[in-house]
């Protein structure tokens, strides 16, 4: 009921009230002693006015979900490289510095499946980043991981967990196909999605970095003293000295991605 309603009810309604009230009097005549008394008017009952019921309130419009734009993809692989640009400054702009775009498509597909391996790209990586030089500790004549290493890749990481994981996976279903079209390239029977699955399971079952292990260094590079660690996959110990804070973070991310893959 609106208020133009219960106004003209309640002029209504104290009218009648009004008029129950002070309506004259038609009372019985009396004799007495000759003499005509008008009894009292008996006092008028007035009736209360019917409660009105409170009307729920007015539900609000409905919002309408807009509808977003799609996403740009390009036709063809040969002319994906300023799209894949285009797509890195919207979704981390600090990422941009790192890539290299000429082939990134290409590059990209061929570093997944490398990874779902557990091997680490050597050639043809989709992104180059200057690492400062790895550092060791020598202690007693033998040599331990420095946790100078810890923090090389941490604006690395930061820049890909800093991309919304939703808007990351509405861009991996648009960009499939062509994603799809260069794993074909490589002459594989599985699918590109299966790489991708397989590299998230291997990065999510990567446990912490041991604790006080020693390196050796028998030629160029440091290899772990203990053959059980230097054995395990080159995707893991590289987990390992990214350090567990970077590890956990790529971790929880991908846990999240994961529901938009």
Known sequence: MNRKILAVAAVVVLAVILFLVFKPSEPEKVVVEETVIAPAPAPAVVQAPAPVEPQPPAQPPTQLEVEEPPIPTPETLDESDTYVVAAVEKLSPP???????EEQVRKLV?????????????????????????????????????????????????????????????HYHAWMPLLEKAYGELGKQDSFKARVDRVIKRIQEAGPAPVDATLVRPHVFYEYSDPALENRSALEKWLWRMGDENREKLQAYLRELKFYL
């Open 110 to 170: 061929l570093a997944v499946d490398v990874l779902a391996e557990g091997k680490l790209p050597q050639r043809h990586k989709p992104v180059e980043i200057d690492l400062q030089a790895f550092k060791v500790e020598e202690l007693n004549g033998k040599y331990e991981l420095s946790d100078a290493n810890l923090d090389r890749l941490t604006p690395l990481i930061d820049s890909i967990v800093a991309i919304d994981p939703k808007t990351l996976g509405q």
């Open 95 to 101: 990422l941009l510095q790192w890539i290299v775009p």
